[in-house]
């Protein structure tokens, strides 16, 4: 391989393929599915437990906060899955923004059956992700 064409494939792997990647979703067909289908897993999560108290507008309820853009507000990812894995302790522990959550809602989040299983935590992490952030109305 002469030095022109090393040059070219190195421009080619520096810049253009990571840029391919990010517009194709930066993920492979398997991927992609695998996230597609824990998102139906949280949907499917949200609907039969979530939803009772909770709306997928940024707009709460007077039982729960909306959770449309709620990783925009929360602290980070990882504090929404402890919080959703054991509200309760969060509360406890006093973490400032747990508090909060519990001083603005008359109804405490319980610890649920159904959140003691990291994977259906991550799978409701990953439809909330894709729920667009709704204006309030």
């Known amino acids: 391989m002469d030095e022109r064409s090393r040059r070219a494939r190195t421009l080619l792997g520096t810049f253009f393929l990571p840029a391919a990647l990010m517009l194709a979703g930066g993920f492979s067909p398997e991927i992609r599915a695998q996230s597609t289908a824990e998102a139906a897993k949280g949907q499917k999560i949200f609907f039969k437990v979530c939803v009772q108290c909770h709306t997928l507008k940024e707009k709460s309820q007077a039982s729960?906060?909306?959770?449309?853009?709620?990783?925009?507000?929360?602290?980070?990812?990882?504090?929404?899955?402890?919080?959703?894995?054991?509200?309760?302790?969060?509360?406890?522990?006093?973490?400032?923004?747990?508090?909060?959550?519990?001083?603005?809602?008359?109804?405490?989040?319980?610890?649920?059956?159904?959140?003691?299983?990291?994977?259906?935590?991550?799978?409701?992490?990953?439809?909330?992700?894709?729920?667009?952030d709704a204006p309030e109305n």
């Open 64 to 132: 729960g906060p909306g959770l449309g853009g709620v990783l925009n507000r929360v602290p980070s990812e990882e504090w929404l899955l402890k919080w959703l894995e054991d509200p309760e302790a969060m509360v406890d522990s006093g973490d400032a923004y747990a508090q909060s959550i519990a001083d603005d809602y008359p109804l405490d989040m319980p610890k649920l059956e159904v959140m003691q299983k990291e994977s259906n935590r991550e799978a409701i992490v990953t439809f909330l992700k894709e729920v667009p």
